[in-house]
């Protein structure tokens, strides 16, 4: 699977959502052999790029900024 040039911008954000703190993140990738290039994370209430692939390929040119999370991204690398 190839996740490539997508931004998410402020979700989770919906009062009382009843869901855990990962499905509040602006990107979330699992499965396996994942690609992971391009993307961007800003202002969610978790993580900008939550990763729980088995096996990355590849990921590069992922940006997570202002998100919950101090790490910004879980899984994969975020300049």
Do not use: P
């Not at 855990?20 to 602006?26: M, T």
């Amino acid at each position: 699977m190839t996740v490539r040039a997508n931004v998410a911008i402020a979700n989770g954000y919906a009062e009382k959502t009843g869901f855990a703190i990962q499905c509040r993140s602006g990107i979330r990738v699992q499965g396996t052999d994942a690609t992971v290039i391009g993307n961007r994370g800003y202002d969610n209430v978790a993580y900008g790029l939550h990763v729980e692939a088995k096996d990355i390929k590849a990921q590069f040119a992922n940006r997570a900024a202002r998100n919950g999370e101090a790490a910004g991204c879980l899984g994969v690398v975020c300049q």
